[in-house]
């Protein structure tokens, strides 16, 4: 990770630039998959595969992170881990890899493609634009590691290419016949909740994680799940 001293070395990173950025490999994928820009979802896999990214799969524990990769141009990393049996792991990880992990159990594969798209945007802000430099091994788990900044830069592009926000708000207003809704509770608003879920299931995310995408899109105030 860089110092702060050598952060400021930087251009900050605008939303604007993010959202430039965000165009840019959108329509690069659209053209790639023939896609229509009036509703598409994105696989992360295959937008990593676009953009030269490799994508590998291990066995590196349950109790560990989705998804791993290093953002570097030349360098290697050497990552040591322990799964449950408090075995170590070992992981090599080049600058242009996103490693998956196998073991991670079914409860949390609904949140494979975030994981993976996280990795995805780390790779484009750092090696593929240059805008920024990590120089780190990092997880959709590492936010212990990451400023504020690098998350809100590397979840700002993420959430950009999973859901687009034009793409969510047409979606949205055509299952609710309007922009906002103040509460969605999936046990009393059933139906306006099976419209909800079928938004995730298109954008291949959970609904909470969509919840979180609505909300901070002013789409929706409150979002009620009951277990």
Known sequence: ?????????????????????????????????????????????????????????SSLGADNAIAYTYAADTLTSIEYFYDQYDDELSLKLDGNTIVVNTDIPDERTGLLNMAVMYCVAIQIIHRLYKLVDYGACLSFSDEDDLTETDLWEISTLTKELLMPTSILQKLFHSAYGKDHLDTLNAVLHKENYLKFCAISTLFKVTPDVLAIRCQQLRLLDNYIKVA
């Open 1 to 57: 990770m860089i110092t702060d001293y050598e952060r400021m070395k930087f251009m900050a990173v605008t939303k604007k630039q993010i959202d430039n950025i965000a165009i840019d490999v959108l329509k690069r994928y659209i053209e790639h998959n023939h896609c229509e820009w009036r509703v598409f979802s994105v696989d992360p896999f295959e937008l990593a595969k676009m953009l030269g990214i490799n994508i590998e799969f």
